[in-house]
């Protein structure tokens, strides 16, 4: 198995994208890179992104901070997961943005794996 290419980026799930926003913007100074109304709002930090995503944007994941790596192609990756103690939860195809696969790690943290469009699916 690779390892994966790089922290594509990490998201906090928001019940109230809009007014977190304010906070990392008045804050913290982040700066949009990135948004999709009040459901995906996106920050450039450094070489990777931070994110608040609404909860219908962010299933699987209910709560808390998921990190999002990106990987070359999802192969075997279901076998590896399971293999691995983690439960794959499945897998969303967006489109020119990409796809991820989201999993839940043997302690029930919310993990997603992402590719780029263009690169294979399972």
Do not use: C
Request: charged share 25%; proline share 5%.
């Amino acid at each position: 198995m690779q390892s994966p290419k790089r922290l594509q980026n990490v998201f906090v799930v928001a019940e109230r994208p809009a007014e977190l926003h304010h906070f990392y913007e008045s804050a913290l100074g982040l700066t949009i890179k990135f948004r999709d109304k009040d459901r995906w709002i996106q920050y450039g930090v450094g070489n990777t992104s931070v994110a608040l995503a609404s909860r219908e944007e962010a299933a699987p994941a209910s709560a808390g901070v998921v990190m999002v790596f990106e990987v070359e192609d999802f192969a075997d990756a279901s076998e590896r997961i399971t293999a691995g103690g983690g439960e794959v939860l499945g897998t969303r195809d967006m489109g020119s943005h990409g796809a991820v696969l989201s999993l839940r790690d043997p302690e029930g943290n919310i993990v997603q794996l992402f590719k780029r469009q263009g690169t294979p699916t399972p």
